[in-house]
């Protein structure tokens, strides 16, 4: 059911499995004449379970405050569970920054669809440790900072880096940024930092995929979102898809190909996280699609 | 989370919409001890709008018979909020028929599912009207009914098989059955009857649909599974999918490459149906996968 | 086998099907010293068949110019063959015009490809009936015209844009051009004008393709590339694919989704008709695929 | 175009990339009156390159015997080129050993594609290290060979089937067989073994791969079927699809749908094994795909 997104609430839930959660969430906000527009859950098998939820509710007939309903929510329901939770308001767009090196197909996607109002998002910034697509940003309006990065500076980089986005960002897409991030870096932005990965990972980690894959002799190339962690490309994995590919494609082409995927592949994790529809679990993800 | 499916119940619920349903019905269920599992909710964007649940729950706990539980549910629920609903337990095995002229593909399919027990029903009988296929289903140990149809005796003949299955049958699978259903007999079994149809419905209805693709050359050929109603071709949609082509394939060789679509897009249907995942919505369905 | 564009050239044939075709080609690129670095070839079923063949050879060891080359051609094989025939050359970038009304999804996409190198054209104008993407169109440096058509200006408007790309175009692509061409319009481009069509074909001809298909509940929406013919719709298809929604999409996430299928679909037809892989066959096409 | 295959011959050729070697091999038929039906080439972009060539060629119109064909081709074309090549007759049936372990998706899908003669070849055995499936392969009308395999006799048992194959098998399939196959079972059969891999290689080598996908959380699960050399699961690749799954799929349900994966890649693979499709090039194969 589409809404005036200025009166979509959004709850994400997570919390050990017992019974009466759903009856104890969806009457709390029954009370409050929250109107449960879309339910989602899902609890793991292993025992005792982990109960993951996402609703959205309408706001516009709330006997109270946002800010009473967010107080009370954590008195009388969320404390009793357990609860990790976020309520989200669908008017409060995020603000994303993109890091990205030279390749421009993921970045412009994701400026493209901003403009459009296709994705739901501001971009305060893209910062890049190159100064190639400056002029590509700046035509969209939206501040472009290089930072280059080499062996000498990197940790004052990344330092400078999270100045220029301190108190700015809710979200960091590294739409193809070829530098690791140092943990410093990583442990400032947990869960909030979304990579696109050249491959279907696990296969073809590190330097190169689209060579690995193609000296590999696949008929399948991929590309992986998945959030950051310490661990390179290990983090919990968001989305994943593959292009079909044969003898004819030269490692060249597989990565132009690819890069259409990577492309796509992005702009879904992008707008998953945009949208809330994703709880981390550990190292993997729930993801509540439409 | 997988249960033990001789608890699990399944819960289906479709009724106007209104603020306050989700509460109700799992503040029900809660109060009876019965744990859900499983829980997925729509509601059309039309004002008033519809709501549809469907939700799974364990029974161990509850502290009444089903009977009861049902009964309660009538009486307390259900009335208060006009539902249409259903209520069936996974141990009780849907009884399906399985209807079908020559082609065996989506027959086998189903017979063998069934049978490695990938499918849960039960399948009392086979019903063709021609007598090819009696030796493949014998040998799964299925009753076989011959039922021959032609211009004269078309209503007599489908009033037999109506006999046949009279209390015997939960589902009637039309696995390549190449008769029309006169009116009487689907009305004996209003969204109970589930089709493949061998074309991307709405393209190609009527005779010989990969022959009409050929003639128009798509690039996509696909099946459509459906429930039966008695505008051809026209019922409540429940799957469909397509297989790529190109100007190399004969209509001989869609058709085959066809057959391998329908069996999977019918098997999908089916299972879901025999899953309680399927709630028909005029002339729509709304399907709750996992 | 990749090779500098400066030296391919690609010849594509069609001709009544008989024994020695390929040897009587192949051979005398041979004599040439043209290498051949790509082969693909068709014949139709039924007899007498067609013949259809693609190749690409390297010109660089060329005995003669292109000119006596393709002279020769015509007179020692294509005439005793009967053969219609065309020579390309991989460095001579078509120049294609691109047609549009108001949604800019396909042509952003187009811009944006022959921009980065992407797609080997050059765009010498966009015309569309709206002012509405002029500065979009303008930012990368290419000719915008506004040419309204309405009702009563229809056959004037057509002839000033035949005017406008009279001598000027060599492919024109209708990237969600919303207007029907007149036959004297399209004769004069045959087999040289690309439509994308917002449904799959031939599913939901005619106006507002997206909200037929919610209305019937399909469970794929897709889009279909054609070249245009004086039946509205009816052209020989190019390249079609879907995307799978479901009952939570609403008529226009449909819309939404449907676009980016749109966009991807007339890339594909577009850049296959760049490569001269593209041999129209009544009303199909021969695709030859990389 | 479709032939009679009574009619059908096929011709694969590997060898170093030169000027002239399709009008060499397409005049050679030509001047014994076969007629080219289909024809795909390929060469790969190192220099020297390689030059792989797949045709078909009709023989009723032949003035000479095949066996004078094939000798004239041997001393007149084959020799000359250096060419790695084999003439195989359609009508000639190849002869398919199956070996599988306890799972027979796989296999059913083998025997009832045969069976019906969606696949053309014949099944003279199928060997399995457990008797559990010895019923379902008879009731095909096919030999069943039970040569159980323990950590003891393993030389001994690849020894007997070796024996039982003997000059009876022109490939072997493993349909889901859980032994590893010592070298010198794989050397007496290079080439012509085609196993399944329950993952998307290379991701996931070992055992328990869809246990190793749950616990990774991929998005995607896939299959690869590829040939069998002596290194595990580094074998030329075939075949490769996937398959979306959720957070909503346990480790066991990865593995069902795993299973239809298996079993169409490992059909595609063999189908085209059995067409003469497959070329292989080191540690790739070169699939001209219909």
Redesign the interface.
């Known amino acids: ?2 809404q005036p997104s200025g009166t979509v609430a959004r709850l994400l839930i997570t919390c050990p499995d017992q ?2 959660i ?2 104890a969430v ?2 709390f ?2 009370h409050h ?13 292993n025992r005792p ?1 982990t109960f993951f939820l996402r609703l959205e509710f309408q706001t516009p ?1 709330l006997d109270c405050s946002l800010e009473a309903l967010e107080s009370n929510f954590r008195s009388r329901v969320a404390s009793k569970y357990d609860m990790d939770w976020t309520l989200t308001f669908a008017h409060e767009k995020k603000r994303m920054a993109v890091l990205v090196s030279r390749h ?1 197909h993921a970045l ?1 996607e994701l400026l ?1 669809r901003v403009q ?1 109002g ?1 994705l739901s998002a501001e971009i305060p910034m893209v910062i890049s440790n190159h100064d190639d697509l400056r002029a590509e940003v700046e ?1 969209f309006g939206i501040e472009f900072h290089h930072v280059p990065v080499d062996a000498q500076n990197k940790d004052a980089a990344f330092e400078r880096m999270l100045e220029l986005m301190d108190g700015k960002v809710d979200v960091i897409v590294l739409a193809r940024y070829m530098q690791i991030l140092p943990p410093a870096f990583v442990s400032r932005h947990p869960g909030r930092i979304i990579n696109i990965h050249h491959s ?5 980690v590190g330097a190169n995929p689209y060579q690995q894959a193609w000296d ?5 190339i ?1 590309a992986t979102s998945h959030y950051v962690t310490d661990d390179l490309d290990q983090g ?7 292009q079909r590919v ?5 490692a ?2 597989l990565k ?1 190909l690819g890069q ?1 995927v990577e492309r ?1 592949v992005l702009l879904r994790a992008v707008r998953w996280h945009l949208e809330d529809r994703i709880i981390i ?1 550990g ?5 509540f ?2």
Chains 1, 2, 3, 4 share one sequence.
């Open positions: 059911m589409e019974p009466g759903i009856s969806s009457t906000l029954y004449n929250a109107n449960i527009t879309d339910l989602d859950q899902h609890s793991t098998e379970g007939g421009d412009m493209w459009r296709d035509r279907f990972l696990p296969a073809f590999r002799g696949v008929k399948l991929g919990p994995i968001i989305e994943q898809n593959v044969s003898h004819r494609h030269s060249q082409e132009a259409d796509s679990d190292n993997k993800t729930v993801v699609v439409k």
